[in-house]
């Protein structure tokens, strides 16, 4: 029997076309090697994700804005890391000077809106000193 | 047709400063080594960012954090796979914690991180990439510049192999 030992991770990441999960889980029905390989990978995969999101040390990155930071700490509350995190993007970039480079506005939303939303460790850093900032002048 | 506004590399450095540093964080165990990288990557996005080309800024973000993890690795003529004893986990171990489960979580945390230290580096990358930082499988394979199907199978035999360790 021909096993589908790698379509298993991309099954648990959602990495998998429509037929390829029909195949999937019909192969799944009649083969315990791979049902015990799913639920190896699923183990592991939550094994991995559930590690921490570790700190930034401090004055690694450029200050952020800590009114907006201490906005999204007082809701405490999921909504208001992803307004905090938004604001941030959209309010930097109207006072920055342009540079030759572009990024989808709307991609960063979705992206960094819906992450934070999700995972409550993740938001604005909170830092200090901007020294990689006078190092580059 | 979605707009485009300026990125600057201190706006790389405030969303993504602290994705690169759990990166390489959890490819070496050890938070000097990450935080040099976090460094050295603004750097190289900031010189990068006035010819970046709008497209997949994951893909492009990514590529070059890899790119100067593993120059930085060869720098120091040492495998990526050498981590200092002590520095395994370090955040969990300043993290005090009183209950017993809590000392339950961050042994299993320390199991994993050791674990992922012994996969060998192509595996340790995919996989922290897709389970630490949360790329696609389709960012995963511009940044690491491989076809998708070589990610998925690095991605499954990774977890595997962590598996093995971990039992």
Redesign the interface.
Known sequence: MTHL??????YL?G?LSRPEIEQLLIHLDGCGRCAA?MQ??Q???S???????????AG???E?ETELVSLHRNRGFLVGAAAA?VA??IA??AI?T???????????NSR?GA?ASLDPA?G??KVVVPD??QL?E | M???????W??V???Y??KI??FA??LTGN?DDA?DL??EV??RV?RG????Q?GS?EGWLWRITRNAFLDDVRRRNRRPTTPLPDEVDR??LASAPAADTEYSRIS??DD??KA?LELPYEFREA??L???V?L??EEIARAVAVPVGTV??R???G??L??ES?T
């Not at chain 1, 030992?5 to 991309?10: L, P, T």
């Not at chain 1, 342009?98 to 960063?108: G, K, R």
């Not at chain 2, 979605?2 to 600057?8: C, H």
């Open positions: 030992g790698e379509m298993i991770s991309a990441d990495e390989d190896d990978a183990i592991v995969r094994a991995v994700r559930s590690l921490p999101l570790l700190e930034l040390p690694l990155v450029p952020a995190v941030l993007v930097i970039a920055v342009p540079s030759a480079a572009t990024v989808s506005l709307e991609e960063l960094y992450r993740f604005p850093a990689l900032a580059l | 979605t707009e485009s506004v300026p990125l600057t201190e706006e450095a405030r969303v400063g602290r540093y759990n964080y959890r938070s935080a976090v460094q603004l750097l900031r960012l006035a010819s970046y709008p800024f955040w969990s299993i945390g994993v991180q992922l996989v922290v897709c389970d630490i949360g696609s499988y998925r199978s991605i499954h035999r977890r595997r962590l598996r971990l």
